[in-house]
T-cell receptor, first 113, second 111 residues
Framework: EAQVTQNPRYLITVTGKKLTVTCSQN?????MSWYRQDPGLGLRQIYY???????DKGDVPEGYKVSRKEKRNFPLILESPSPNQTSLYFC????????????FGPGTRLTVL | QKEVEQNSGPLSVPEGAIASLNCTYS??????FFWYRQYSGKSPELIMS????GDKEDGRFTAQLNKASQYVSLLIRDSQPSDSATYLC???????????FGTGTKLQVIP
């Protein structure tokens, strides 16, 4: 089954404790992206990647890191999480860029205390 | 600041009516436009994509794009209670690979 998977689905952590949210797709998509969704602010793009070792900032990259060492994986790293990073996070992928349909993962609900 | 704007709603329509959802965008070079549906607690899923001026129909859904006026709309004919969801407008500016989403319009279809 073609899908985007994220882990964990739910995470409660404390300020400053480094964490990684994994994202994997099995559709051989070139483009992958991370979003956060907050009430009243909608979906905001954090980072995106056009291919292996090619990443770029979205609209809200501060406090986040990403890497794309393999085509299928695009982990999101919070090296020192803060409470304002409490949010619902979605990973998405598309065949060949932002001009194509994106397929979304199930989401990761993160709470930073 | 490139923006995509939508009325947050809720937009309430009776079952069987036409629901009209609107979206405006500020970046004139935008080339790709998408409507996603998001049920509460779920991830967004694509409803329609449109790239050229005019109308694009798919079943009960019609997307309309007017690049001169910088708006894109989604019409849902014969609205069903199962259409009740938040509809997200998304815009991409071609070679610029960022995708910008609107805040979404919540649609309620009343049986």
């Amino acid at each position: 089954e073609a899908q985007v998977t994220q882990n964990p689905r739910y995470l409660i952590t404390v300020t400053g404790k480094k964490l990684t949210v994994t994202c994997s797709q099995n559709m051989n998509h070139e483009y992958m992206s991370w979003y956060r969704q907050d009430p009243g602010l909608g979906l905001r793009q954090i980072y995106y990647s056009m291919n292996v070792e090619v990443t770029d900032k979205g609209d809200v990259p501060e406090g986040y890191k990403v890497s794309r060492k393999e085509k299928r994986n695009f982990p999101l790293i919070l090296e020192s999480p803060s409470p304002n990073q409490t949010s619902l996070y979605f990973c998405a992928s598309s065949l060949a860029g932002g001009s194509n349909e994106q397929f979304f993962g199930p989401g990761t609900r993160l709470t930073v205390l | 600041q490139k923006e995509v704007e939508q009325n947050s709603g809720p937009l309430s329509v009776p079952e069987g009516a036409i629901a009209s959802l609107n979206c405006t965008y500020s970046d004139r070079v935008s080339q790709s436009f998408f409507w996603y549906r998001q049920y509460s607690g779920k991830s967004p899923e694509l409803i329609m994509s449109i790239y050229s001026n005019g109308d694009k129909e798919d079943g009960r859904f019609t997307a309309q794009l007017n690049k001169a006026s910088q708006y894109v709309s989604l019409l849902i004919r014969d609205s069903q209670p199962s259409d009740s969801a938040t509809y997200l407008c998304a815009v991409n500016s071609g070679g610029y690979q960022k995708v910008t989403f609107g805040t979404g319009t919540k649609l309620q279809v009343i049986p």
